[in-house]
T-cell receptor, first 112, second 112 residues
Framework: SAVISQKPSRDICQRGTSLTIQCQVD?????MFWYRQQPGQSLTLIAT?????????ESGFVIDKFPISRPNLTFSTLTVSNMSPEDSSIYLC?????????FGPGTRLTVT | AQSVSQHNHHVILSEAASLELGCNYS??????LFWYVQYPGQHLQLLLK??????LVKGIKGFEAEFIKSKFSFNLRKPSVQWSDTAEYFC??????????FGAGTTVTVRA
């Protein structure tokens, strides 16, 4: 199974600023995903980030707010732009391999 | 789009008690089914999965789940829980496209 790391593990940010979250995988994968887990809630898919194509966003998420990069098969970034307190969440990246998904440890974001 | 419902928000058990967590999904096509677990302070881990074949699947740590197609259900069971099973449990579904839809999660607390 893939081993996934994320940076930063947590951050406290002021409203109106932006934060870029990095996701690194120890093997080459085509499919990467970004999820959000708001406090006390389940995981919600933000977007799919496949290498070589534009990220595709789920309903309710837009590129201007959550721009994603996928420069190669082992790395992706998610930026949370113009943050508000409602963006306080855990952000997780995951990769798809052999019909399974493996998740990173998450980035805990608090917006004040 | 798929939706997933988990019957219980919080379950409290004593050690050695049996555990059953309900999960129902709504989707008319062929699906893959998963149970994930998130132990306190740890990241999401795959507990077990069902793709096809025997509807009774066994996972790690003594867990099993049964897929009942006619009921759109994928309930998780463990005959005898341990204190270390205290965790958050998520049922998830995808339509074989890797995009996971998660249930709201069930917090399981096992009292020693």
């Amino acid at each position: 199974s893939a081993v996934i790391s994320q940076k930063p593990s947590r951050d406290i940010c002021q409203r109106g600023t932006s934060l870029t979250i990095q996701c690194q995988v120890d093997s080459q994968v085509t499919m990467m995903f970004w999820y959000r887990q708001q406090p006390g809630q389940s995981l919600t898919l933000i977007a799919t980030a496949n290498q070589g194509s534009e990220a595709t966003y789920e309903s309710g998420f837009v590129i201007d707010k959550f721009p994603i990069s996928r420069p190669n098969l082992t790395f992706s970034t998610l930026t949370v732009s113009n943050m508000s307190p409602e963006d306080s969440s855990i952000y997780l990246c995951s990769v798809g391999q052999s019909n399974e998904q493996y998740f990173g440890p998450g980035t805990r974001l608090t917006v004040t | 789009a798929q939706s997933v419902s988990q019957h219980n928000h919080h379950v409290i058990l004593s050690e050695a008690a049996s555990l059953e967590l309900g999960c129902n999904y709504s989707y008319g096509g062929t699906v893959n089914l998963f149970w994930y677990v998130q132990y306190p302070g740890q990241h999401l881990q795959l507990l077990l999965k069902y793709f096809s074949g025997d509807p009774l699947v066994k996972g790690i740590k003594g867990f099993e789940a049964e897929f009942i197609k006619s009921k759109f259900s994928f309930n998780l069971r463990k005959p005898s829980v341990q204190w270390s099973d205290t965790a958050e449990y998520f049922c998830a579904v995808n339509a074989r496209d890797y995009k996971l839809s998660f249930g709201a999660g069930t917090t399981v607390t096992v009292r020693a």
